[in-house]
């Protein structure tokens, strides 16, 4: 039986991979709900017998066309986003990776509207989300990403 995205009965496990080449993060531009249209890391939902890190390696494939290997697990956060009456409209917990670029040319894939390699100091240039943008260069300065 599968949980519904939209207000699901209980949280849903997610993954994300922050990849960098040559002082630029690959991103992908959302293609469905919730924050359809602003950009990201890619990533997605863990499915049913899978580890997370086979999770982050298939999605960021199929999301972004790259090959990628998880090195490192950042952190593990709520994404929690409730409707105008209170109630959970969407709920993942999301476990954040930190992947080496091992191969593909990025091509938009699966439910990703666009991907593309962003200079890390040229985030301002897409629509991310706030905390999109701190996280990932919060991360470029621990991990000193370059």
């Given at each position: 039986?599968?949980?519904?995205?939209?207000?699901?009965?209980?949280?849903?496990?997610?993954?994300?991979?922050?990849?960098?080449?040559?002082?630029?993060?690959?991103?992908?531009?959302?293609?469905?709900?919730?924050?359809?249209?602003?950009?990201?890391?890619?990533?997605?939902?863990?499915?049913?017998?899978?580890?997370?890190?086979?999770a982050?390696?298939?999605?960021?494939?199929e999301?972004?066309?790259?090959?990628?290997?998880?090195?490192?697990?950042?952190?593990?956060?709520?994404?929690?986003?409730?409707?105008?009456?209170?109630?959970v409209?969407?709920?993942?917990?999301?476990?954040?990776?930190?992947?080496?670029?091992?191969?593909?040319?990025?091509?938009?894939?699966?439910?990703?509207?666009?991907?593309?390699?962003?200079?890390?100091?040229?985030?301002?240039?897409?629509?991310?989300?706030?905390?999109?943008?701190?996280?990932?260069?919060k991360?470029?300065?621990?991990?000193?990403?370059?």
């Amino acid at each position: 039986m599968r949980t519904s995205r939209e207000y699901p009965s209980h949280p849903i496990p997610g993954v994300a991979a922050i990849i960098v080449k040559d002082g630029k993060i690959l991103l992908t531009m959302r293609g469905n709900e919730p924050s359809k249209g602003k950009w990201g890391i890619p990533g997605g939902v863990v499915e049913l017998g899978e580890t997370i890190e086979d999770a982050v390696v298939r999605e960021v494939r199929e999301e972004a066309g790259v090959e990628c290997k998880p090195v490192k697990r950042l952190t593990v956060f709520d994404s929690i986003q409730r409707d105008p009456n209170g109630l959970v409209h969407w709920h993942y917990i999301l476990h954040e990776f930190l992947c080496e670029y091992l191969d593909g040319e990025p091509r938009a894939g699966d439910d990703a509207g666009d991907v593309r390699w962003v200079a890390l100091d040229d985030l301002g240039s897409v629509d991310i989300m706030e905390s999109t943008r701190r996280f990932i260069e919060k991360v470029a300065a621990e991990e000193h990403l370059k």
